[in-house]
């Protein structure tokens, strides 16, 4: 069964927006607000677009600026993939 | 007649940044150029295919990684790289830190040519062979001209007016014209300058539809202007940026005249095509007049020379009939790393207030044979020793840009 969890969320902003020097992002970072993390619009938009690519999810646009904090990100994509699931299950 | 100016507010440069061909700072640069040492390099996989266009002058060994923020790396094209390791080495060389002052007072000004290409290539590729969700987010900031002004500005919170020239080779003295015009206005430290990195295969290609790249094979040979063998320059990557701040502030800080004053700047336009005479002489006398000096006063001017027969000659007319046959000793550094684009004249702007820390005028650094008929001082061989108190530069674009400004070594005393 496929799961997004935190580190693949760190290893989609490290490949896409970077890292901000001043950053920890392996440290506690779930309910760290994305701007606070150094990521602004943009970045959060690019990163939307990579997972969305490569987890092969919709992450709408109008949906990705609501997206605050890491553990928002994990939970929205968690709930695309089980939607995924359920709805192969029932096909 | 120009107003008159306060004496306080001539703006003087006050620390200079380097990236270019020749050298990662502005020391590495100018000695390189004393030393005639060419940053002229064959063209590398970057560049892409075949295009007849051999040599070129690459900035070797930059690795912005080690030089910016994670962050900044995948919102930004090279050209900007190259231009926030500059702007770094500029503050630092001025002594500036941008947080001790207030953010509505400072501003960026730079010159860009090509923009983003590199990056936007890239981007467009991926739209075209795997679809729009495979484009960068950056690709919306990353390729315009205004992005690197927009860096620079972020970077050290400079909110004050900000601009962006974009006026091929000229642009790097009109970013200085209009750092002048903001500091006048009462803005307290200007970044200016240039760079540009059009090597990708998009940049190039839109170059070569000037038809004024040499495609010579051997680095020698291939850049030689005012001589009777021209057949068109070398595109180069890189610039330089300059802090300026108006005389009167620089003095409060105990920094003087930093590296020299900015006393004279005008442009023009050409439309030759149109019938109408070329604009160079007149720019140049409006640049003067502009610095109230005299043509006699001038001790070296650092010419654009591009190397194509038809602007050789132009160019070389304006010279002799402003400053006499023969008048005034005439450069080219750009030799050695090709033109630049929107960092060309910021690199001669540098180069020019080196030549007059140290009193000697750099020679140009290729086998020139000048054509009989070009009445100029074209100094060749080796560097020239002698005080330079006053120098010009000159910058041309192509489809018409025209700029030229003056430089002294200090800024008057009275107005």
């Known amino acids: 069964m496929r799961t997004f969890t935190l580190d693949d969320f760190r290893s989609a902003m490290r490949s896409t927006a970077g890292v901000d020097e001043q950053v920890d992002l392996d440290g506690d970072i779930a309910d760290v607000e994305l701007a606070a993390l150094g990521y602004d619009s943009l970045a959060v938009l690019e990163a939307a677009n990579h997972i969305s690519r490569t987890w092969q999810v919709p992450i709408p646009d109008e949906v990705v600026l609501d997206l605050a904090t890491p553990a928002a990100v994990v939970d929205f994509v968690g709930q695309q993939l089980e939607r995924q699931r359920l709805s192969a299950a029932e096909a | ?415």
């Open chain 2, 1 to 415: 007649m120009a107003t008159q100016q306060r004496p306080r507010e001539t703006p003087v440069v006050t620390g200079i940044g380097v990236v270019a061909p020749t050298g990662l700072s502005i020391e590495e640069h100018w000695q390189a150029v004393l030393a005639g040492k060419s940053g002229i390099v064959p063209l590398d996989e970057r560049c892409g295919p075949d295009y007849q266009v051999r040599l070129g002058g690459l900035v070797p060994g930059f690795d912005a990684t080690a030089h910016l923020p994670g962050r900044l790396l995948p919102q930004t094209d090279r050209w900007t790289h190259l231009a926030l390791y500059a702007a770094a080495q500029a503050l630092d060389d001025a002594g500036v830190r941008p947080q001790d002052l207030p953010e509505y007072e400072m501003a960026v000004v730079t010159s860009s040519s090509s923009g983003g290409t590199e990056f936007g290539q890239r981007e467009m590729q991926r739209l075209y062979s795997e679809g729009p969700s495979w484009v960068s987010a950056y690709q919306s900031i990353a390729w315009f001209y205004a992005a690197t002004t927009g860096q620079i500005s972020i970077r050290y919170g400079m909110r004050g007016p900000c601009d962006v020239l974009c006026c091929e080779q000229a642009g790097g003295l009109d970013a200085i014209g209009q750092a002048r015009r903001l500091l006048r206005d009462g803005t307290r430290l200007v970044v200016t300058g240039g760079t540009d990195a059009a090597f990708s295969p998009y940049s190039l290609v839109a170059q070569l539809t000037n038809g004024q790249i040499s495609r010579a094979e051997r680095a020698e040979e291939a850049y030689l202007p005012f001589d009777e063998r021209a057949s068109g320059y070398l595109p180069g990557e890189g610039g330089a940026i300059l802090v300026t701040e108006a005389a009167g502030t620089a003095r409060a800080r105990d920094a003087g005249d930093g590296y020299g004053a900015i006393l004279g700047y005008a442009a023009g336009f050409d439309r030759s095509r149109h019938g109408r005479p070329p604009v160079l002489a007149r720019v140049l006398r409006r640049a003067l007049d502009d610095a109230r000096c005299r043509a006699e006063q001038v001790d070296v001017v650092f010419a654009d020379a591009v190397a194509d027969p038809v602007q050789d000659r132009v160019e070389a007319e304006a010279i002799t009939e402003v400053f006499g046959p023969r008048g005034v000793p005439v450069t080219a550094p750009k030799t050695l790393t090709g033109r630049l684009y929107g960092g060309g004249a910021a690199l001669d702007v540098a180069g020019a207030l080196m030549a007059m820390r140290d009193g000697v005028v750099p020679h140009v650094a290729a086998p020139v044979r000048m054509a009989p008929d070009y009445d100029i001082d074209l100094v060749l061989g080796e560097p020239r020793q002698r005080a330079v108190r006053t120098a010009v530069v000159i910058a041309r674009g192509h489809g018409g840009f025209t700029a030229a400004l003056v430089l002294g070594a200090r800024a008057p005393e009275h107005g």
